[in-house]
Nanobody
Framework: QVQLVESGGGLVQAGGSLRLSCAAS????????MGWHRQAPGKQRELVAA???????AYDDSVQGRFTISRDNAKNTVYLQMNSLKPEDTAVYYC??????????????WGQGTQVTVSS
C-alpha cells in the first residue's frame, strides 16, 4: 500500500525557517490536490496550505506571506517552505494527497505527521 512519507520537521527559534517534504512511497494516479494540515495540542486539525494539479495555491490567513507550498508532479512530492516561524506555528504537520476519478472524489492519503516546534 502506498504511503506518504514526511520529513523536515524539527525545533527552530522564532523567526527561523524549515522546509517540509512529503513523498509518496509508490505511484498514485489522479492526484488532484496536495495539502499540508497541522494540529496543535488541544486543537482541531486545520488546513494550512493546498495546491492543485494546475498549480493554484491557497493558504490559511495565519501563514499567508510566510509559507509557500509547491509540488513536483513527476515525483509525487509536495513541499512546504516555512519562513518567519512563530511559536504559534508549533504543531504536528500532516501532508495529504486527494485523488479524483472522472470528477468524483477518490481515495485520500495522509502522512504520519512531522513535529514542528518553534521556540520563543
Amino acid at each position: 500500500q502506498v504511503q506518504l512519507v514526511e520529513s523536515g520537521g524539527g525545533l527552530v527559534q522564532a523567526g527561523g525557517s524549515l522546509r517540509l517534504s512529503c513523498a509518496a512511497s509508490g505511484i498514485i494516479f489522479n492526484i488532484n490536490s496536495m495539502g499540508w494540515h497541522r494540529q496543535a495540542p488541544g486543537k482541531q486539525r486545520e488546513l494550512v496550505a493546498a495546491i492543485t494539479s494546475a498549480g493554484r495555491t491557497a493558504y490559511d490567513d495565519s501563514v499567508q506571506g510566510r509559507f509557500t507550498i509547491s509540488r513536483d508532479n513527476a515525483k509525487n512530492t509536495v513541499y512546504l517552505q516555512m519562513n518567519s516561524l512563530k511559536p504559534e506555528d508549533t504543531a504536528v504537520y500532516y501532508c495529504n494527497f486527494q485523488t479524483y476519478y472522472s470528477g468524483n472524489k477518490g481515495p485520500g492519503y495522509w502522512g504520519q505527521g512531522t513535529q514542528v516546534t518553534v521556540s520563543s
